[in-house]
């Protein structure tokens, strides 16, 4: 089984900036593609960034995703926080592990790190 974690979530001033992390978990697994979403309170889950399995970093507005090799994590950099980036943000991972030499695909989700940017 693939699991997927996220950490670096806290209470932040807005101005300032934050790197969540996303180590995925398991063997024998390739990732095609994270994503990052996020749930701000009252409201519907939405996307905020992501970036295929091959690449190394991905710019979105003030949201950069990059992956640390070092650490088999993939990141999501916010920049000039907004009390509106309030919310819990997850990682989604997509791609195909193997299994008795079947590739199975798979697209698993973290329970997600909680974000409160303070006005």
């Known amino acids: 089984q693939v699991q997927v974690a996220e950490s670096g979530g806290g209470l932040v001033q807005a101005g300032g900036s934050l790197r969540l992390s996303c180590i995925a978990s398991g063997s024998s697994f390739s990732v095609d593609h994270t994503d990052w979403y996020r749930q701000p309170p009252g409201k519907q889950r939405e996307w905020v960034a992501g970036m295929p399995g091959s690449g190394v970093t991905s710019v979105t507005g003030r949201f950069t995703v990059s992956r640390d090799k070092a650490k088999n994590a993939v990141n999501l950099e916010i920049d000039s926080l907004k009390p509106e980036d309030t919310g819990v943000y997850y990682c989604?991972?997509?791609?195909?592990?193997?299994?008795?030499?079947?590739?199975?695909?798979?697209?698993?989700w973290g329970q997600g790190t909680q974000v409160t940017v303070s006005s």
């Open positions: 989604s991972i997509r791609g195909l592990r193997t299994s008795r030499g079947t590739l199975i695909p798979f697209d698993v």
